[in-house]
């Protein structure tokens, strides 16, 4: 039996900048904004990924504190360039730390405006192994509006 793990929930305090952050800084893909008189849920995919994040006002989303999600970690196949990136579009990040030579040692991290932190390591082989091949992206995750 396959487990897949498809969604995190990031606790926050504010909405409005959390999805300015996830959406306009860090470039995730905004899934959905859902709200009615019960709930205001938003879904970002970072692209690429088969997992989303999940934001909003939902009793399981309230249960932990804003900015206590630490150390979640996303895979890039250049950290160098994924650092610069977010760095242009005002993302403060930590600078590059290489703990081994081998494929898989270099990470940087940021934190959204709650302080959950972000730990982001390169793998070289997702540049032309990724975990999602491109002509599966956009039926799930990327993008796709629910």
Known sequence: ?????????????????SIAFYRDQVGFALDHD??????HVVQFTPHGSGCSIVIGTMPSQNEMAPGSLKGVQLVVADAAAARE???G??????????FDERDGGTFFGFSDPDGNSWAVQQIRARAHTPLIPLEARGRFGEGVEL
């Open 85 to 87: 990136e977010l760095v």
């Open 89 to 98: 579009r005002g993302v403060e990040c930590s600078e590059l730390m290489a």
């Open 34 to 39: 859902t709200t009615n008189e019960h709930m």
């Open 1 to 17: 039996m396959d487990w897949t793990l498809e969604v995190v929930i990031v606790p926050v305090s504010d909405l409005a900048a």
